[in-house]
């Protein structure tokens, strides 16, 4: 592996942070963008300059993951440090779900609390709330603030599921008690309109899993009923969210804060403000994503105006790979032109292959961070083992490395080995290779034109040759193919390994 920057002068091992003030911490995690959806990361039909600029003066990895290619389980892991397959739970959640993390569970924003850092989480949450059946009129409890998060202004799950309620410290904003909220994902409620029977009311039309309760036009996932005074403006949300980010950091300069950005675009449904309408020429995907770039280039400008830029480490990333079609007809597929988010990988959002988990990501700290681009292989779960040694402390608890030398450019290793998954299926990287164990199912995801890397046979790729999975070397690498077998078998444990198979080198 190489590091193209300037760094060949300096020691391996970095040292933890000695200084009386530690750094902010700042995660910037956006919603299904892809590794090609950023000019930083070669799209030509995109032009997303502040992003830009932080990895043009930071880090750019290009063998960055999220730990799987769906959003519920790679914030899972992002949060805890620990690998979601351990979990059989981390998967995509209704708004509805029970918190996934334990509350006794160790996490990144409950590790720095304890360090003496004010923690806080803006934007989407997608990790289930309360204990069972949530009574959203009352404080919903345990959530963020029950897992290290002093502060909370979320949505519960994602802008395309109800409740469309936006929820500080547990409790619903701007909720009328005299409206009460009521949610089910079973059944709808007596005479409450849908897509299905009330198609005259949208403005949007669903193309899959999209047809039941219709909010500001938009048709959900889920029945909702009541809720009025509370039920957020969808194409003043990204406005919104950054207005929080920004009031956060202004009010909690004081003292050293962790703040969990967790921007919403461009999920579905995509809803730019209209300033932004329009303005990529591909549809409202790239208008969104625009949008996002405009709102980081405001969140940086605050930073740098409260006097924080200098002292404050930005690691900017997203959840998982693109999708094009995830349930609207939106113009995505029609305008996309030579646009390609995934920037050159197989796959997308859901898959096994490449493009669902390898991802942007990119470090910055202003006068500490020298700027290069890195082929380190890093993962968003490391961030807890990382960040622990930056500020001097320790966590050995989770799956979660330490690779902050290569998230500060002080070293060319990343991760040797790590172990990737797409809606409930496994695949191991290491070095320069990727194993997917054969698997049963259909390779292809319709209704959203993935492929998801099933396929009743085992593959080996080498990514340093073959970025696009072209060529598959399981047949003509045994030796290759029997060590990785072995190692991912080893990786996962005897707990995890049922239905995997092991090859019997000949």
């Given at each position: 592996?190489?590091?193209?920057?300037?760094?060949?002068?300096?020691?391996?091992?970095?040292?933890?942070?000695?200084?009386?003030?530690?750094?902010?911490?700042?995660?910037?995690y956006?919603?299904?963008?892809?590794?090609g959806?950023?000019?930083?990361?070669?799209?030509?039909g995109?032009?997303?300059?502040?992003?830009?600029?932080?990895?043009?003066?930071?880090?750019?990895?290009?063998?960055?993951?999220?730990?799987?290619?769906?959003?519920?389980?790679?914030?899972y892991?992002?949060?805890?440090g620990?690998?979601?397959?351990?979990?059989?739970k981390?998967?995509?959640?209704?708004?509805?779900?029970?918190?996934?993390?334990?509350?006794?569970?160790?996490?990144l924003?409950?590790?720095?609390?304890k360090?003496?850092y004010?923690?806080?989480?803006?934007?989407?949450?997608?990790?289930?709330?309360?204990?069972?059946?949530?009574?959203w009129?009352?404080?919903?409890?345990?959530?963020?603030?029950?897992?290290?998060?002093?502060?909370?202004?979320?949505?519960?799950?994602?802008?395309?599921?109800?409740?469309t309620?936006?929820?500080?410290?547990?409790?619903v904003?701007?909720?009328?008690?005299?409206?009460?909220?009521?949610?089910s994902?079973e059944?709808?409620?007596?005479?409450?309109?849908?897509?299905?029977?009330?198609?005259?009311?949208?403005?949007?039309?669903?193309?899959h899993?999209?047809?039941?309760?219709?909010?500001?036009?938009?048709?959900?996932i889920?029945?909702m009923?009541?809720?009025?005074?509370?039920?957020?403006?969808?194409?003043?949300m990204?406005?919104?969210?950054?207005?929080?980010?920004?009031?956060?950091?202004k009010?909690?300069?004081?003292?050293?804060?962790?703040?969990?950005?967790?921007?919403?675009?461009?999920?579905?449904?995509?809803?730019?403000?209209?300033?932004?309408?329009?303005?990529?020429?591909?549809?409202?995907?790239g208008?969104v994503?625009?949008?996002?770039?405009w709102?980081?280039?405001e969140?940086?400008k605050?930073?740098?105006?409260?006097?924080l830029l200098?002292?404050t480490?930005?690691?900017?990333?997203?959840?998982?790979?693109p999708?094009?079609?995830d349930?609207?007809?939106?113009?995505?597929?029609?305008?996309?032109?030579?646009?390609?988010?995934?920037?050159?990988?197989?796959?997308?959002?859901?898959?096994?292959f490449?493009?669902?988990?390898?991802?942007?990501?990119?470090?910055?700290?202003?006068?500490?961070?020298?700027?290069?681009?890195?082929?380190?292989?890093?993962?968003?779960?490391?961030?807890?083992?990382?960040?622990?040694?930056?500020?001097?402390?320790?966590d050995?608890?989770?799956?979660?490395?330490?690779?902050?030398?290569?998230?500060?450019?002080?070293?060319?290793?990343?991760?040797?080995?790590?172990?990737?998954?797409?809606?409930?299926?496994?695949?191991?990287r290491?070095?320069?290779?990727l194993?997917i164990p054969?698997?049963?199912?259909?390779?292809?995801?319709?209704?959203?034109?993935?492929?998801?890397g099933?396929?009743?046979?085992?593959?080996?790729?080498?990514?340093?040759?073959d970025?696009?999975?072209?060529?598959?070397?399981?047949?003509?690498?045994?030796?290759?193919?029997?060590?990785?077998?072995?190692?991912?078998?080893?990786?996962?444990?005897?707990?995890?390994?049922?239905?995997v198979?092991?090859?019997i080198?000949?």
């Amino acid at each position: 592996m190489t590091l193209s920057c300037n760094s060949s002068h300096k020691k391996d091992v970095a040292e933890p942070s000695t200084n009386s003030i530690k750094p902010n911490i700042v995660v910037i995690y956006l919603d299904d963008l892809g590794y090609g959806d950023l000019s930083s990361y070669g799209a030509t039909g995109l032009q997303t300059p502040n992003i830009f600029a932080l990895a043009k003066d930071g880090i750019k990895f290009t063998n960055a993951y999220a730990s799987s290619a769906t959003c519920t389980p790679s914030r899972y892991a992002l949060l805890t440090g620990v690998y979601p397959w351990r979990n059989k739970k981390a998967k995509i959640l209704p708004g509805t779900a029970p918190l996934l993390i334990s509350t006794e569970q160790q996490t990144l924003p409950k590790f720095l609390k304890k360090q003496g850092y004010q923690t806080g989480i803006v934007g989407k949450w997608h990790l289930g709330l309360g204990t069972g059946i949530v009574n959203w009129n009352e404080r919903v409890s345990p959530g963020p603030n029950e897992v290290g998060f002093e502060e909370s202004y979320i949505l519960a799950a994602t802008q395309d599921r109800v409740p469309t309620v936006y929820i500080e410290n547990g409790n619903v904003v701007g909720l009328d008690k005299n409206d009460p909220i009521q949610v089910s994902y079973e059944e709808n409620f007596d005479g409450e309109p849908t897509a299905i029977s009330n198609p005259e009311m949208l403005s949007m039309k669903w193309h899959h899993g999209h047809n039941n309760s219709i909010v500001n036009g938009i048709p959900r996932i889920g029945y909702m009923k009541g809720g009025e005074s509370a039920k957020w403006s969808d194409i003043d949300m990204a406005d919104h969210f950054l207005q929080k980010a920004q009031t956060y950091v202004k009010s909690h300069k004081e003292k050293p804060f962790f703040l969990y950005y967790a921007m919403q675009q461009p999920h579905v449904p995509r809803t730019p403000h209209p300033r932004f309408s329009g303005r990529s020429g591909l549809g409202p995907r790239g208008d969104v994503i625009l949008e996002a770039d405009w709102c980081i280039g405001e969140f940086i400008k605050t930073l740098e105006t409260e006097g924080l830029l200098e002292n404050t480490l930005i690691i900017f990333s997203s959840d998982n790979g693109p999708v094009l079609n995830d349930g609207y007809y939106d113009d995505a597929v029609e305008k996309l032109g030579d646009h390609d988010p995934k920037g050159g990988l197989r796959g997308g959002k859901y898959s096994i292959f490449e493009a669902g988990t390898r991802v942007p990501f990119i470090t910055y700290w202003k006068g500490k961070i020298e700027p290069g681009v890195s082929d380190a292989i890093v993962c968003q779960m490391d961030l807890l083992a990382s960040l622990s040694t930056l500020i001097g402390a320790e966590d050995t608890s989770t799956d979660s490395k330490n690779i902050l030398n290569a998230l500060l450019g002080t070293s060319q290793k990343g991760r040797d080995h790590l172990i990737i998954e797409a809606t409930g299926k496994t695949a191991l990287r290491s070095g320069d290779w990727l194993y997917i164990p054969a698997y049963d199912g259909k390779n292809f995801r319709e209704e959203v034109g993935i492929e998801v890397g099933n396929f009743p046979f085992e593959q080996l790729y080498n990514l340093m040759e073959d970025k696009g999975q072209t060529n598959n070397l399981a047949n003509s690498n045994l030796e290759k193919l029997a060590e990785m077998n072995t190692l991912f078998i080893e990786l996962r444990g005897k707990d995890y390994n049922k239905g995997v198979k092991e090859v019997i080198f000949q």
